[in-house]
């Protein structure tokens, strides 16, 4: 074979990446950013789940609000996965979007920060502090990139929250007058409320402590509103081991039930939190 016709694909690929411009402006390739989307749109709040365009026109008709949810992969005891509190994310970045209202939610950060060097349990996986730091940093700059004017950062895990405080106050200093809301939003880290809440309304009063798991009743009926697989449901029950401290997750309508009211109830204080914050910074910009 001819070794200049084995190259002859490669060069007409940089030949047209070298072109794409140019013809973009005579016309040969859409334009984006004017291009009319040309099937409706979903009701979703996940950018991940939406088109380029669909971002654009909800940007366009007043969704200015943007959530950058922090998670983590860690060891959460014998039923429930890694990413325990990714799954928690899922239903409470939907919970608020939806209630906050013109909003949508960036691609969960799924990693938590710590010393990778010491992520010795099966499954752990850790991000330097300053690589955390980084992709928060990268992510809110993105988001007011696209022209997202309120921009909140919430962290499910206690160990990820210093490191989201710390961005927060850098980028308002740094945005300052320039007309964005930047905010660490601590109250929705607000499990020791939770298990009040869980104790005095929902009238199930449980130890965290008793079966000494890194699993609790309140986690475990909030992930199983997003998918009761994640906690292994069906396998648990098989093996007559459908409770966590002492209480049943049994029937699954009702464990649902208690999420549902617990989803709730963070949702409301954050939400809370998120006006409270665009307040008092709308007032100092």
């Given at each position: ?109 799924t990693i938590e920060p710590g010393n990778p060097e010491r992520a010795s349990s099966p499954g752990g996986i850790r991000l330097s502090q300053e690589t955390y730091r980084a992709v928060l940093r990268d992510y809110a700059t993105s988001l007011k990139a696209q022209g997202f004017t309120n921009i909140f950062m919430m962290g499910d895990s206690g160990g990820n929250l210093r490191g989201m405080q710390q961005v ?118």
């Amino acid at each position: 074979m001819n070794r200049f016709a084995a190259t002859a694909p490669c060069a007409a690929l940089l030949a047209l990446a070298l072109a794409s411009p140019a013809l973009a402006q005579q016309g040969g390739m859409k334009d984006m950013d004017t291009f009319p989307r040309p099937i409706e749109m979903p009701d979703n709040v996940w950018i991940e789940e939406l088109t380029m365009l669909e971002v654009r026109d909800l940007l366009a008709s007043g969704t200015n609000t943007a959530l950058i949810l922090t998670g983590g992969i860690e060891e959460n005891g014998p039923y429930l996965t890694t990413g325990k509190h990714n799954h928690v994310l899922r239903v409470m970045g939907e919970s608020i979007a939806r209630r906050f209202g013109n909003t949508l939610v960036a691609p969960i950060v799924t990693i938590e920060p710590g010393n990778p060097e010491r992520a010795s349990s099966p499954g752990g996986i850790r991000l330097s502090q300053e690589t955390y730091r980084a992709v928060l940093r990268d992510y809110a700059t993105s988001l007011k990139a696209q022209g997202f004017t309120n921009i909140f950062m919430m962290g499910d895990s206690g160990g990820n929250l210093r490191g989201m405080q710390q961005v927060a106050d850098e980028l308002r200093a740094e945005w300052s007058g320039q007309g964005v809301v930047i905010a660490h939003i601590p109250e929705y880290y607000n499990y020791g409320d939770v298990l009040a809440y869980q104790r005095d309304v929902l009238g199930i009063d449980e130890d965290p402590r008793l079966e000494g798991l890194h699993d609790d009743y309140y986690i475990t009926t909030i992930i199983m509103n997003d998918d009761p697989r994640h906690v292994r449901f069906d396998e648990r029950v098989e093996a007559d081991v459908a409770s966590i401290n002492g209480i049943s997750i049994l029937p699954k309508e009702k464990a649902l039930w208690h999420g549902r009211q617990l989803i709730d109830f963070r949702t409301d204080a954050t939400v809370a939190a998120m006006q409270a914050a665009i307040a008092e910074q709308r007032g100092t910009n």
